[in-house]
DNA sequence: GTTATCATGTAAAGCGTTACATGATTGT
DNA sequence: ACAATCATGTAACGCTTTACATGATAAC
């Protein structure tokens, strides 16, 4: 049994059977506003990871010489790289992820804050899941227009970010009211 | 202006801080019960940060003998260590962080998957989520009778998670009655 | 001429993990 | 004897990031 490669490598591998015949820096851009919201990754590893399947053999890539733009490569998956991809997804074991809230580590130590840069931490944790909020709602509402099977995953997927921020923001407004009595 | 250093050195300090006069090896005993939940460290880890804080002079380090136990290593912040968690505590830019859910970096290629693997991922995720509903419910509880300072904040902590494990819970249940029309 | 977009990488560095090592003491 | 708890590390590995490099075309 070969090591198991990192989560990265088939999120990468799904993109590519996603969206055939794009370059990597289309992927770049992709990624970047899909799934980035729950698994960003660099620039950088993503270049490494098309080269890395395209070496086990799971994508195969195309140079395609452009006229009004630099030459670029473009990937599909092969047949191999599918089954590893479905393989992937059957596996619930595969499903791991980390978890790491620089807020509510801040929040943690609130003790050693002085009261209004508790309220500044808040207000900042605030501002920034507003902001998703509204990311998210104008990402469900443009992806249930489209009637694709990949945009219904896609929006549900940020209405899971919705719903997410939407708890935490009514729990911004508790604990502040608990800590002004 | 020295490079940053990783937020898990803070976490470190700040512990320190909290609980001084503890051991390496009950200090990763409470990480793991407490701030494990938003900002996992390994034990491994733990340990190298308590040597760096010790060679930055953030904490001081004491050798105590036992005699029911072997010898252990104690720590309390010194008055720079104090400094430098009460600086890194009042820059709001430093409570940066990482999401990675492999749940929906699964979900997200739900398309590729056959009705009964979708069932079964999201079957695995409601049992994770009800897990944690359980977890930090009685941690909510039982730090809702203790009345110290560090209390307050890691009971809004646990309040936090639970909130969030529960309008995603919420989420699934959405899902399901969708994905079954 | 300079900025923006397209396009793909290299290099360096370090955070964090898993697996393993070591050894004392206590309880069964 | 053996397992469990206390206690602290070493070693290897690699994922992932940031910063930088390169160069083409297009637009202003």
């Known amino acids: 049994m070969t090591t198991a490669l990192p989560e990265s ?5 799904g993109l590519v059977d996603k969206l055939p015949r794009s370059s990597g820096y289309d992927l770049v851009g992709v990624a970047g506003r899909s799934f980035a919201h729950f ?16 070496d086990l053999g799971w994508v195969h890539a195309t140079r395609v010489e452009q006229e009004r ?22 596996d619930p074991a595969a499903a791991k992820g980390t978890v790491r809230s620089g807020f509510l580590l801040h929040f943690f ?5 002085r009261p209004e840069q508790v309220r500044s931490l808040l207000d900042d944790y605030r501002v ?3 902001a998703q909020i509204d990311e998210f709602s104008e990402l469900v509402e443009k992806l249930a227009t489209m009637s694709t099977p990949g945009a219904r995953t896609g929006r549900l997927s940020a209405l899971h970010g919705l719903r997410t921020a939407q708890a935490r923001l009514q729990w911004i407004v508790d ?5 002004t009595l």
Chains 1, 2 share one sequence.
């Open 9 to 13: 490598t088939y999120a990468v591998l």
């Open 128 to 130: 920034v899941l507003t």
């Open 69 to 90: 733009s630099p030459s670029k490569w473009i990937y599909e998956t092969t047949r191999p790289g599918r089954e590893a991809l479905t393989d992937w997804l059957a």
């Open 109 to 113: 130590f609130a003790e050693r804050m």
């Open 175 to 179: 604990v502040e009211t608990e800590l």
């Open 39 to 54: 698994w960003p990754i660099s620039q950088t590893l993503l270049y490494r990871e098309l080269n890395r399947l395209a």
